[in-house]
């Protein structure tokens, strides 16, 4: 049975983390997988320190704010350190619900995939996000099939699972600010082969998103610019060599 690690990052997630830790832990007993829970708290100002010690997970305590890509870059290396098979990314607010993790161990096994993303738009079940938010999310898939012939429907999608060859990637580099879409890039820039598994997602169950309103402009923009800045230099490095 693969060993898993599931990075859990967390800022500011006092309304939502237990939930998302203890359901995790339900799930990987109710179907015998071996899945240590790692949560990492990204310097939170809250409750959600003192309530991660607390809980069945490994607990990583950031002293300063790295955002999400440092966040999950942490886990990651921790993950790889540590001897892991694989490790899963699930959002610290409760939008992932575990019990569509086995989805995506499944479609890894069945598929061999580096790196297999769960995806709420191949079905349209569950929680779809904003109509804003969807417009993005479908500018970036074509955006992304034009520079590396790979269709990701959910690219924003941070409820994923990658093997070792994908983590030694990773812990030399991770995007730092709103990764999910130029990780993608990254991957598949080295050869690393994907693809995407229908689940359902929910609502944020607590805490404020970050990308609301005029933040989804510049969310769109600054991610558009880490993807082009990203693949124009891979392809300068494999020029170099």
Known sequence: MPRIAAI????????????VVNELHSVSVQNNLDIVIVVVNDCSNDSTWNLVLSLPCVAINLPVNLGIGGAVQTG???????????AIQIDGD???PAEELPKLILAQQRNGW???IGSRFIDKTGFQSSTLRRTGINYFKHLI???????????????????RKALQLVCDYYPDEYPEPEAIILYRKNNLSMGEVAVNMRQRQGGISSIGGRASIYYMFKVTLSILFTFIKTNSKKQAR
Do not use: C, W
């Open 145 to 163: 099939r034009l520079l590396v012939n790979v269709t990701i429907t959910d690219s924003t999608s941070g409820f994923r699972m990658i093997d």
């Open 8 to 19: 859990v990052p967390a800022y500011n997630e006092e309304e939502s983390i237990a939930s």
């Open 94 to 96: 409760g939008q992932h």
């Open 114 to 116: 580096n790196i297999t």
């Open 76 to 86: 990651f290396k921790h993950a790889l350190q540590n001897g892991f098979d694989f």
